[in-house]
């Protein structure tokens, strides 16, 4: 009941998998709700004749936490979607996104893009080799063309910018 | 009064039709026809998406683009919702009913006809309504004081949080976490730090472009990917767009009533959009001398919802424009985006901003009419887009996303926010949570902050003065009602909306049957829950037809 493998069957809702997974949403609003009224408490909450910088915050986290406890006997479960073969496939496109902005850091925007949608076009997006590739370039050049030269955004200099003369 | 108003108006079209505006309004509307074409990109995710370029556009071109895309999506969405049975965006579900049953019986290029012809005249009688209906608001909410501006904030937050498509008490939830959002970094009044730390990128509090990006842009995208649906390529031509005499002569009464019903409902907060539509679609059928029709082909059923629709996305700038407070998530994005421009929508925006005010108005005039031009004779190629690929639109769409934000301050900072905001985006919708109601909340969150600590000033510390305003202890009167209400009305929209999509409700029975049994008496947590999910279940097993309601 409780496992969170994938059930049998391709069935579009299987029913198993969330009978107690679901609860960790609302335990996490709870945990993030009392941490900010603890914060907001040391930042002094002062009167309301004369709030303080943490009056606002406590009101707002007090509501929070005050919702996620109810949502913890509450929930209906029959919200919550269970996790696919196509989960494991977004959570590699998301390692990709976050592997582009590191590299786009120290290289630049044109090759980091290219390999993006190289990689994302091919293995997420089932495209050919040939239609990724063509894509993956275009998609490149195009892009930087629109924000760099037209729209003139200073992305950080990369070994491709010089060979453009950027 | 009358005179400011033709004045308003004139100005209004002298912005509207200045050729770069003229150009802009043309590009929202197409952009937004092809969104609401396109399955997996809403309204939403696609101004989310283009908000980074209204930085470097003049305020009321801004707008005006972006107002183009929202009401162009709403035409857009109906085009596939009628060929294919796949709503592009939300609100044109109600469209599937009909607007699907038609196209089986051969009438899809009437079917599309009507729907373009019902949301100019919806979009065009709700421009009029905005016009005389907004100075007059604003006059009225040029005398609000600060308890006001709390409880009209408080009342919009919740609407929007009751009147949503998820659950109210999730919902909620979520715009507490949007309001504590949106107190990161400085306090607006003593300039000390609050969650920030320690870290300098985190100053300025959590910039709403990046936030708005990640939970709707990437979210969304996401989201949509993982639902691997082909789609299937129309092939068949669309002929006899322009509907018959006979299909004005049984839909006019069906137009009219969904323009005042579309109107009425998109001013309210939390309106626009698909409770628009349902209500138009319920009131066909109940109005109907042959409700037998409906679900099978009505053209009725196809026009009313789809004029309401449009007429609430144009209605609905009515509190923005004067109130400064946004009735639903896409113009919580428009109003993020005025914020950002150095502008805050409210009562005296039409004094002060006048060419926004009335330029944005006098636009939606002439986008209607683009719309309608591009529509009738251009459905053919807009169906074409289908055959764009899910995953080739989504690598591209994160790209730009990511170099969008980028170019909002030059830092990459914000690429990360973006990134993590559409991880928590993507959760969210896999459990439930609207992001919706965040978003709003944090786009409100400082302005209610400011407002609620003035007041508190104002009145010594007393929290009796939001009850002894007249004007705040009457919007504080609503919000009770609305909250009182809500407990009879939660009810009924679960009803609607499990019957919106009755398909989906029987596949999920069937996915579950044979994994667990009867499905209300599953382990579920609440017992009030279960039994109200069988008494729905049984409610739409006895209406086989969908929209009973």
């Given at each position: 009941m409780s496992t969170s493998a994938p059930a049998p069957a391709p069935a579009r809702h299987p029913r198993s998998a969330r009978s107690q997974l679901h609860r960790i949403a609302p335990l996490l609003l709870l945990a993030l709700g009392v941490g900010a009224l603890l914060m907001a408490r040391d930042m002094g909450l002062g009167e309301f004749t004369a709030p303080g910088p943490g009056l606002w915050p406590a009101i707002v986290a007090a509501l929070l936490t005050g919702t996620a406890v109810v949502l913890l006997f509450?929930?209906?479960?029959?919200d919550y979607e269970p996790w696919t073969a196509g989960t494991a496939r977004i959570v590699a496109g998301l390692a990709g996104l976050a592997l582009f902005v590191v590299l786009f850091q120290t290289i630049g925007f044109v090759v980091p893009a290219f390999l993006l949608l190289l990689a994302w076009l091919r293995?997420?997006?089932?495209?050919s080799w040939r239609m990724a590739l063509v894509l993956a370039v275009a998609g490149a050049v195009v892009l930087h063309l629109v924000f760099v030269?037209?729209?003139g955004v200073p992305f950080p200099a990369g070994p491709v910018d010089q060979l453009l003369g950027a | 009064m009358t005179v400011g108003i033709f004045d308003g108006i004139a100005q209004g079209f002298a912005v509207a039709l200045d050729p770069i505006n003229l150009l802009y309004v043309f590009a929202g509307v197409l952009i937004g026809t092809v969104i609401g074409v396109l399955?997996?990109?809403?309204p939403t995710a696609t101004i989310a998406l283009l908000l980074p370029l209204t930085?470097?556009?003049?305020p009321a071109t801004a707008v005006i683009l972006l107002a183009g895309i929202y009401y162009g999506s709403m035409y857009g969405g109906t085009i596939t919702s009628v060929?294919?049975?796949?709503?592009?965006?939300?609100?044109?579900?109600?469209?599937?009913?009909d607007g699907y049953q038609m196209a089986k019986q051969g009438r899809a290029g009437p079917a599309l006809g009507i729907a373009a012809v019902g949301s100019f005249v919806g979009g065009i009688l709700s421009v009029l309504g905005l016009m005389l209906l907004a100075p007059p608001l604003a006059d009225l909410a040029v005398s609000f004081g600060p308890p006001e501006y709390v409880a009209l904030t408080a009342l919009g937050i919740l609407l929007v949080t009751y009147l949503g498509s998820g659950s109210p008490l999730k919902s909620l939830s979520m715009a507490a976490l949007g309001l504590l959002l949106a107190?990161?970094?400085?306090?607006?009044?003593?300039?000390t730090t609050r969650f920030?730390?320690?870290?300098?990128?985190l100053f300025d509090g959590l910039d709403f472009v990046a936030v708005a990006m990640g939970l709707f842009g990437v979210g969304e995208i996401l989201h949509s990917l993982e639902r691997t649906e082909k789609v299937q390529a129309v092939t068949k031509k669309i002929k006899h767009?322009?509907?018959?005499r006979k299909d004005f002569k049984d839909s006019s009464g069906a137009i009219a009533r969904g323009s005042v019903l579309g109107f009425v409902i998109g001013v309210l907060?939390?309106?626009?959009g698909v409770i628009s539509s349902l209500a138009s679609y319920a009131l066909e059928k109940r109005r109907a001398?042959?409700?037998?029709?409906f679900g099978k082909g009505a053209i009725e059923g196809v026009a009313g919802p789809e004029t309401a629709n449009n007429a609430s996305s144009t209605s609905a700038f009515i509190p923005l424009l004067t109130?400064?407070?946004?009735?639903n998530v896409v113009l919580a994005l428009i109003f993020g985006a005025l914020l950002v421009q150095g502008i805050t929508p409210g009562p005296q925006l039409i004094t002060e901003e006048p060419e926004i005010f009335w330029g944005v108005i006098a636009s939606m005039v002439v986008g209607n009419v683009m719309l309608l031009a591009l529509n009738i004779p251009l459905v053919g190629v807009f169906v074409?887009?289908?055959?764009?690929r899910a995953g080739i639109l989504a690598a591209f769409a994160l790209l730009v996303t990511m170099a969008g934000v980028f170019s909002v301050?030059?830092?990459?900072f914000d690429m990360w926010v973006v990134l993590v905001f559409g991880v928590i985006g993507w959760l969210m919708k896999k459990t439930g949570f609207e992001p919706g109601p965040l978003v709003l909340a944090f786009v409100l969150g400082e302005i209610m902050e400011r407002a609620f600590r003035q007041s508190m000033l104002l009145s010594g510390g007393s929290l009796g003065i939001f009850v002894t305003r007249p004007l705040s202890g009457g919007l504080l009167a609503v919000m009770a009602a609305v909250v009182i209400l809500s407990l009879v009305m939660a009810r009924r929209r679960r009803a609607a909306f499990r019957q919106v999509d009755p398909e989906d409700e029987f596949g999920r029975e069937d996915g579950t049957g044979p994994v667990e049994g009867e499905p209300g008496l599953?382990?579920?947590?609440a017992t009030g829950r279960n039994a109200r999910h069988t008494s729905d279940s049984t409610d739409s097993d006895a209406a086989s037809t969908p929209g009973e309601r």
């Amino acid at each position: 009941m409780s496992t969170s493998a994938p059930a049998p069957a391709p069935a579009r809702h299987p029913r198993s998998a969330r009978s107690q997974l679901h609860r960790i949403a609302p335990l996490l609003l709870l945990a993030l709700g009392v941490g900010a009224l603890l914060m907001a408490r040391d930042m002094g909450l002062g009167e309301f004749t004369a709030p303080g910088p943490g009056l606002w915050p406590a009101i707002v986290a007090a509501l929070l936490t005050g919702t996620a406890v109810v949502l913890l006997f509450l929930d209906p479960a029959e919200d919550y979607e269970p996790w696919t073969a196509g989960t494991a496939r977004i959570v590699a496109g998301l390692a990709g996104l976050a592997l582009f902005v590191v590299l786009f850091q120290t290289i630049g925007f044109v090759v980091p893009a290219f390999l993006l949608l190289l990689a994302w076009l091919r293995f997420l997006g089932g495209e050919s080799w040939r239609m990724a590739l063509v894509l993956a370039v275009a998609g490149a050049v195009v892009l930087h063309l629109v924000f760099v030269v037209a729209l003139g955004v200073p992305f950080p200099a990369g070994p491709v910018d010089q060979l453009l003369g950027a | 009064m009358t005179v400011g108003i033709f004045d308003g108006i004139a100005q209004g079209f002298a912005v509207a039709l200045d050729p770069i505006n003229l150009l802009y309004v043309f590009a929202g509307v197409l952009i937004g026809t092809v969104i609401g074409v396109l399955p997996g990109l809403g309204p939403t995710a696609t101004i989310a998406l283009l908000l980074p370029l209204t930085y470097t556009i003049e305020p009321a071109t801004a707008v005006i683009l972006l107002a183009g895309i929202y009401y162009g999506s709403m035409y857009g969405g109906t085009i596939t919702s009628v060929l294919l049975r796949l709503p592009g965006e939300a609100a044109s579900v109600v469209t599937t009913f009909d607007g699907y049953q038609m196209a089986k019986q051969g009438r899809a290029g009437p079917a599309l006809g009507i729907a373009a012809v019902g949301s100019f005249v919806g979009g065009i009688l709700s421009v009029l309504g905005l016009m005389l209906l907004a100075p007059p608001l604003a006059d009225l909410a040029v005398s609000f004081g600060p308890p006001e501006y709390v409880a009209l904030t408080a009342l919009g937050i919740l609407l929007v949080t009751y009147l949503g498509s998820g659950s109210p008490l999730k919902s909620l939830s979520m715009a507490a976490l949007g309001l504590l959002l949106a107190t990161m970094g400085q306090d607006p009044i003593t300039g000390t730090t609050r969650f920030t730390f320690g870290s300098v990128a985190l100053f300025d509090g959590l910039d709403f472009v990046a936030v708005a990006m990640g939970l709707f842009g990437v979210g969304e995208i996401l989201h949509s990917l993982e639902r691997t649906e082909k789609v299937q390529a129309v092939t068949k031509k669309i002929k006899h767009i322009w509907p018959t005499r006979k299909d004005f002569k049984d839909s006019s009464g069906a137009i009219a009533r969904g323009s005042v019903l579309g109107f009425v409902i998109g001013v309210l907060p939390g309106g626009g959009g698909v409770i628009s539509s349902l209500a138009s679609y319920a009131l066909e059928k109940r109005r109907a001398k042959d409700p037998s029709r409906f679900g099978k082909g009505a053209i009725e059923g196809v026009a009313g919802p789809e004029t309401a629709n449009n007429a609430s996305s144009t209605s609905a700038f009515i509190p923005l424009l004067t109130l400064g407070i946004p009735a639903n998530v896409v113009l919580a994005l428009i109003f993020g985006a005025l914020l950002v421009q150095g502008i805050t929508p409210g009562p005296q925006l039409i004094t002060e901003e006048p060419e926004i005010f009335w330029g944005v108005i006098a636009s939606m005039v002439v986008g209607n009419v683009m719309l309608l031009a591009l529509n009738i004779p251009l459905v053919g190629v807009f169906v074409q887009l289908l055959r764009v690929r899910a995953g080739i639109l989504a690598a591209f769409a994160l790209l730009v996303t990511m170099a969008g934000v980028f170019s909002v301050s030059n830092d990459s900072f914000d690429m990360w926010v973006v990134l993590v905001f559409g991880v928590i985006g993507w959760l969210m919708k896999k459990t439930g949570f609207e992001p919706g109601p965040l978003v709003l909340a944090f786009v409100l969150g400082e302005i209610m902050e400011r407002a609620f600590r003035q007041s508190m000033l104002l009145s010594g510390g007393s929290l009796g003065i939001f009850v002894t305003r007249p004007l705040s202890g009457g919007l504080l009167a609503v919000m009770a009602a609305v909250v009182i209400l809500s407990l009879v009305m939660a009810r009924r929209r679960r009803a609607a909306f499990r019957q919106v999509d009755p398909e989906d409700e029987f596949g999920r029975e069937d996915g579950t049957g044979p994994v667990e049994g009867e499905p209300g008496l599953s382990a579920e947590p609440a017992t009030g829950r279960n039994a109200r999910h069988t008494s729905d279940s049984t409610d739409s097993d006895a209406a086989s037809t969908p929209g009973e309601r």
